[in-house]
């Protein structure tokens, strides 16, 4: 039996020190640069902005005159008979060819439609301008969410780290008291509550291993790599000091992208009324053409004709009666319109919110982060007096195991406070339009 015991410390510790290989550490620079190249939902968000912009054209919004060449050639082999007016002799004839050539350069041009074109035109660059918003947008939800892998990541890897010390102890207590056991100074229940722990202890090691690699694979995907490439995160966290509410508030007011879109939007639906308003203008065409055409007959009066010249024209219409789709459209336009400055007004209210409300958690993780500092320090004072007088046994397993998991609990405590500090300072500045330039990122 404690042969299998020894055997089952020795792959603890070999379990212990299987940790991440020494790959080179992943800064979060790198990190974000690489989700910025190779992020599916980015990338795609780029497309669309890119075919909004390819479609912000005066000629797209029908501004440019349109020229068009066609050309048309026939050939007919016909059995004819011709019946003309008395005086003049009947036809009939097999084998007739009768041949057509003609080419046209023709030009279409609207010279007016109530600016209709001039509208589409600018709601075709507003377009493109929502779709950089969306873009934006689509960055930096990516981020935050890269960012809160990464730190959640490293607050994984301390927490190996914490129950990886934690194993050994136990390890270490596991064959103090079977040393003492065999020597009489122990009873068998010190035993085997001291290797419960150790058993516990080396469960927690394995489940916080498996969930240290869970978030990695999550990252691998967010950065575009493969699943389960292996990577080293850096634990350093630089906190950001002399935040201001109120000046966080008033960049969010100009910077912040969705209270950006609901005012583009609510530029958007103003063209719209303009577009719908200028259905009700007379719209005026110009039509020209120039053109060649040349028709041989094998039969007839007429045996060939050639034409070659330019025509042209004007058409106006004017619009009298639709059965009411100009109207509908319109008030459809209006109604709209007045939505999206509703939006508007609800997007200032709800971002000026967001940014007090991450301001409030921010300061809150400062203030937590400040005390678990302390909780760990005197956690562990507490741990090392309580092993010493254990050691020398003034205490029981159970008072050395309780503050063995109180100093545990206050480290991972202390751990996850301060990188839940830093991502609230991130959601912060994200909210008030500063996470991009805070990270130096261009959409």
Do not use: C
Not at 27 to 52: F, P, V, Y
Not at 168 to 180: C, H, N, V, W
Not at 237 to 265: F, K, W
Not at 327 to 332: F, I, K, L
């Amino acid at each position: 039996m404690r042969t299998w015991r020894k055997r089952a410390i020795s792959l603890v510790l070999f379990l212990v020190g299987a940790v991440a290989s020494a790959q080179d550490t992943l800064s979060l620079q790198q990190a974000i640069a690489l989700a910025l190249a190779n992020e599916h939902g980015i990338l795609i968000a780029r497309n669309d902005a890119a075919i909004a912009q390819a479609q912000a054209t005066a000629g797209n919004a029908g501004l440019l005159p349109r020229v068009d060449a066609t050309g048309r050639g026939t050939y007919s082999n016909q059995d004819t008979k011709l019946d003309f007016a008395p005086g003049i002799d009947d036809v009939e004839r097999n084998g007739v060819v009768n041949t057509t050539l003609a080419g046209q350069l023709g030009l279409t041009y609207t010279l007016f439609n109530g600016m209709g074109n001039y509208y589409t035109l600018e709601r075709a660059r507003l377009n493109a301008d929502l779709a950089d918003l969306r873009t934006r947008a689509q960055v930096e939800g990516t981020l935050t969410q890269v960012i809160a892998l990464y730190f959640a990541l490293a607050a994984l890897d301390e927490d190996v780290a914490i129950t990886q010390r934690i194993l050994e102890i136990s390890a270490d207590r596991f064959q103090r008291q079977e040393g003492k056991a065999l020597l009489g100074g122990a009873g068998r229940l010190d035993v085997l509550n001291a290797q419960v722990d150790l058993q516990s202890d080396s469960t927690a090691y394995i489940l916080a291993r498996q969930r240290r690699e869970r978030s990695a694979r999550d990252l691998n995907v967010l950065m575009g790599r493969a699943p389960d490439e292996e990577m080293r995160v850096s634990h350093r966290v630089n906190y950001a000091q002399g935040l201001s509410e109120q000046q966080l508030v008033i960049e969010a007011m100009q910077g912040n992208v969705q209270l950006q879109s609901a005012t583009a939007q609510v530029r958007a639906a103003e063209v719209d009324q303009r577009i719908a308003r200028s259905l009700r203008w007379p719209r005026l065409d110009l039509n020209a053409n120039y053109g060649v055409s040349d028709a041989q007959n094998g039969v007839g009066l007429v045996l060939g004709t050639y034409t070659q010249g330019l025509n042209g024209g004007l058409t106006l219409s004017i619009p009298i009666f639709d059965g009411g789709r100009i109207n509908t459209q319109a008030e459809t336009a209006r109604l709209r319109a007045e939505s999206a400055a509703l939006a508007e007004q609800q997007a200032r209210l709800q971002v000026e919110r967001d940014v007090r409300n991450a301001f409030t958690t921010w300061r809150s993780q400062r203030e937590v982060l400040r005390i678990q500092g302390d909780a760990v320090s005197t956690a562990q004072l507490n741990f090392e007096r309580t092993r010493e007088l254990f050691q020398s046994g003034q205490l029981t397993g159970l008072q050395f195991r309780q503050a063995q998991l109180d100093l545990a609990d206050a480290e991972r405590r202390g751990v996850v406070a301060g990188f839940d500090t830093k991502v609230a300072e991130l959601q912060l500045l994200r909210a008030s339009g500063g996470l991009l330039p805070g990270l130096g990122v261009q959409p």
